[in-house]
């Protein structure tokens, strides 16, 4: 059976094929994938639309970058909704879908299809509760609650929290809301804006990634004491700085002080925040799982009457 | 039929007797209670035993202070873990009273009671995720999520995340844990210590409740970006100054700054930051709650060979 999945980002859209066995015990096996730039949703959507087209798909996942309408009772269910980003706002990209293929089309946010993959063939596999923190052009939390992806009255917003300044920090922050959140002081953009270079330029400068996981350490330090995950998936572009794990790792242990008591914030602290075992694949894959949840579980009832 | 529950806190433990049809539709009725004080589970146990013996109860719920152990597949499931508090470290608090009352015993933090409690019968009725944040000798945080409260790798202890400091602020916390932490700042002990007088004395001091306004609102702007609530639920000690509900609405809608956008941090907030429903009683009626929820749906089943 042929599935397709979305990671629909705010540059460029992976359109993917993947083929399953119909059951969430096998990962699904990507067959084919495309890169679509994501410029206005009236050029961008006919040519993802097209690609899926070509493909006996049963179902479709979307991964989307947000904010989002997640309300399935809401009107404007399946929409991005307030975004800067030109012709998006309010477009509702699981509605185009879903009347072009008339199949089930399952939609989240790009974070949260990251840890749904992640927790079905992946890093976070069994658990009850986990994370997926990206850090990249931005900083996303996928959150996987009671056996659930979150919701909630919109949709988890983490890397947006309110974090202290590093002392020797005196670069204003990125965030167009947020003096100082985790996104606006620790993305790759804020880093190539504090530095003056893109951090893969900065890879031997040992200040910069000091100051870096200063911040993510932090904010996931925040996590735990809000979320206690099972498990923690970190990754994103600035993640391929692979030094800033082991930073990471010790300086979250050092802020939680030994206050919360488990090994994995202990001894076993290498096995509770790790990268995707899905390499670069969470994304797509969780959208696939998407779009499968939604033909066995929701049966497009939030679609009835389309 | 008679349902028992306890609040049990490091200074008084709540006993109290609900009356219930049985249904979670509606809200048990109180018909006695007795407070007895928290001197060593040898001396404090036996007391609250008697007590329940009294009654004929079908059932009992513990919300307990924490750390507590609430994992089913544990070996202290139902225990108390770490505490300073002297002969509670490791005490089987909820197994002391299924030994010795025969019933089914439902066991959580404190917290998870009080926001069970709101959801089923106050202020967060019918929501699928709230939080109940209590600001009193700590700083805890209750948290129900996906139709279920949180539990994860530990429990979630939200009352001790990382806050900027107020730039006015040099009193060094009072957490011994974390430097800069919510309870550290901003619970009762640490009004007391920076300003020299219990909360109480100094209602009428503006600069005391616009920077205890100031923390709460950072906390508070963080829980919705992590759990994206449907309805908070704050109360405790500190916040029986009113005063500080409206400074706190107003800080946090000037700190999400439109981020999160929803009617519910706008216009709404007075209806989205709100105080319980259930008075003086989320705790102890949480309690019942989980005693209902133990006998009904867990069935005793993490006791068996009791």
Same mark, same amino acid.
């Given at each position: &059976?042929?599935?397709?999945?979305?990671?629909a980002g705010?540059?460029k859209?992976?359109?993917?094929?993947?083929?399953?066995d119909?059951?969430l015990?096998?990962?699904?096996?990507?067959?084919?994938?495309i890169?679509?730039?994501?410029?206005?949703?009236?050029?961008?959507l006919p040519e993802?639309?097209q690609?899926?087209q070509?493909?006996?798909?049963?179902?479709?996942?979307?991964?989307?970058?947000g904010?989002?309408?997640?309300?399935?009772?809401s009107a404007t269910?399946?929409?991005?909704?307030?975004?800067?980003?030109p012709?998006?706002?309010y477009c509702?990209i699981?509605?185009?879908?879903?009347?072009?293929?008339?199949?089930?089309?399952?939609?989240?946010?790009?974070v949260n299809?990251?840890?749904?993959g992640e927790?079905?063939?992946g890093?976070?596999?069994?658990?009850?509760?986990?994370?997926?923190?990206?850090?990249?052009?931005?900083?996303?939390?996928?959150?996987?609650?009671n056996?659930?992806?979150?919701?909630?009255?919109?949709?988890?917003?983490?890397?947006?929290?309110l974090l202290?300044?590093?002392?020797?920090? $005196?670069?204003k922050?990125?965030?167009?809301f $947020? !003096?100082n959140?985790?996104?606006?002081l620790?993305?790759?953009?804020?880093?190539?804006k504090?530095?003056?270079?893109? !951090?893969i330029?900065?890879?031997?400068?040992?200040e910069?990634w000091?100051?870096?996981?200063?911040?993510?350490?932090?904010?996931?330090?925040?996590?735990?004491?809000?979320?206690?995950?099972q498990?923690?998936v970190l990754?994103?572009?600035?993640?391929h700085?692979?030094?800033l794990?082991? &930073?990471v790792?010790?300086?979250?242990?050092?802020?939680?002080?030994?206050y919360?008591?488990?090994?994995?914030?202990?001894?076993?602290?290498?096995q509770?925040?790790v990268a995707?075992?899905?390499?670069?694949?969470?994304?797509?894959?969780?959208? &696939?799982?998407?779009?499968?949840?939604?033909?066995?579980?929701?049966?497009?009832?939030?679609?009835?009457?389309?």
């Amino acid at each position: &059976m042929l599935i397709g999945g979305i990671e629909a980002g705010g540059t460029k859209m992976v359109c993917a094929i993947g083929e399953t066995d119909g059951s969430l015990e096998t990962e699904v096996k990507i067959v084919d994938r495309i890169f679509v730039p994501t410029k206005s949703p009236e050029e961008t959507l006919p040519e993802m639309i097209q690609y899926f087209q070509k493909w006996d798909i049963q179902t479709l996942g979307i991964g989307c970058f947000g904010p989002v309408d997640l309300n399935r009772n809401s009107a404007t269910y399946g929409c991005i909704t307030k975004t800067p980003k030109p012709g998006w706002a309010y477009c509702d990209i699981a509605g185009a879908f879903t009347n072009a293929l008339q199949i089930p089309v399952g939609f989240d946010t790009d974070v949260n299809g990251a840890i749904l993959g992640e927790v079905v063939w992946g890093a976070a596999k069994g658990c009850e509760s986990a994370i997926y923190i990206t850090v990249g052009t931005g900083i996303g939390v996928g959150v996987y609650c009671n056996g659930k992806l979150v919701h909630g009255l919109v949709h988890p917003e983490g890397g947006h929290i309110l974090l202290e300044r590093h002392p020797g920090d $005196h670069f204003k922050g990125n965030c167009p809301f $947020h !003096a100082n959140c985790a996104e606006g002081l620790a993305a790759g953009p804020a880093i190539e804006k504090r530095w003056g270079k893109p !951090a893969i330029e900065l890879a031997d400068k040992q200040e910069v990634w000091e100051m870096e996981a200063f911040y993510l350490a932090q904010a996931i330090a925040n996590y735990v004491l809000c979320y206690s995950p099972q498990k923690i998936v970190l990754w994103g572009g600035v993640m391929h700085q692979k030094q800033l794990f082991a &930073m990471v790792r010790e300086k979250v242990k050092k802020i939680l002080n030994g206050y919360v008591d488990h090994e994995m914030l202990d001894a076993q602290i290498d096995q509770y925040i790790v990268a995707p075992a899905l390499g670069e694949n969470p994304g797509i894959l969780g959208a &696939m799982c998407l779009g499968m949840l939604e033909s066995t579980v929701y049966k497009g009832l939030h679609r009835v009457g389309i």
